[in-house]
């Protein structure tokens, strides 16, 4: 399709490699072959009388002509798939659509279950691909590679709009049968017992942060890959780890865990719901933030201790 004697399949071809930038990687991204590839830089160079890009040294840089159509073109894209290719309805019973988050496991326990049996009920052949925080996260919803991010106040993406969901607070959790640990914890045996931590990407995690606020060092002795895991270790042993109520209440009924309150007070969070931008009217999207906020305002009227999973 040609538009004003561009062909549109070229703004495919140079997001890719804006985004890429690298062409074997946008050629495989497209599945194209690498003469197909080459084909459509030279034409894009032809219609914008323009290099569009350099390799030096095996490095792509764009032209500053490039680097100026980079925001434009992806705005482009993402309104043609949100306004053309999504459709103007939404029917959850008939659809097979596949939706993309970014969620931690805390999030997914909390949240995200209870949300996939509603809408399992209401669309039960759409897909939902779970995905983990990764340092490409941010980048990922600027291109509109995710549909939505769950994430707490002090880490929202700037540009996008997002939607406040529930609010929850730190505890600590130990293994019942703990000899060094009773019912209650001073912050000199919170300091003095070794930790479970957790750390996602190069950020620490919030009760990390708050804790270092407060001038609160602790001895990680184990570092888990999730908030889960980070709990659940104590089993066994006489460490101790902090971790989200919610969170707590829900694995304090399956395992062997006592909850206790926090010798130090961490400021109670917010967990938020973001999305691109330029997906804010798509009828589906609009339907599943939907559920994902009767859902939430549910978990925020329910007390941490009432949790359940399941």
Known sequence: MRFEGLDLNLLVALNAILEER???????????????????????????????????????????????????????????????????????AKSRRRFRLVVSDY????????????????????????????????????????????????????????????????????WTASRRIGRSISLNRYLQLGHIGVQYGALASIEEQELLKLGCKRRIEVLAPNFTMMAIMVIGTDRIATVHERLAAILARKFPLKMLRAPVRIPQFRENLQWPASFHLDPAL???????????????????????FG
């Open 107 to 174: 999030a997914s326990m909390v949240l995200i279950q209870p949300v996939m049996k509603r809408v399992y009920r209401a669309a039960p052949d759409i897909s939902v691909d779970l995905l983990p925080f990764t340092d490409r996260t941010v980048d990922q919803l600027q291109r509109g590679d995710v549909d939505f991010v769950v994430l707490p106040d002090p880490v929202l993406i700037e540009g996008h709009p997002h939607q406040p969901l529930f609010s929850d607070e730190f505890c600590c959790v130990a």
């Open 286 to 308: 609009v339907w599943l933030r939907g559920i994902i906020s009767e859902v939430a305002q549910e978990i925020d009227r329910t007390p941490a201790a009432q949790m359940t």
């Open 22 to 92: 690298s062409v074997k990687a946008a050629s495989e991204r497209l599945c194209l072959s690498q003469p197909a590839m080459s084909a459509a830089v030279s034409r894009l160079r032809q219609y914008f009388n323009d290099e569009i890009f350099t390799i030096n040294h095996r490095k792509l840089t764009p032209t500053p002509l490039a680097q100026s159509l980079e925001a434009p073109t992806r705005d482009i894209l993402l309104r043609i798939r949100t306004n053309l290719i999504s459709g103007p309805s939404f029917e959850p």
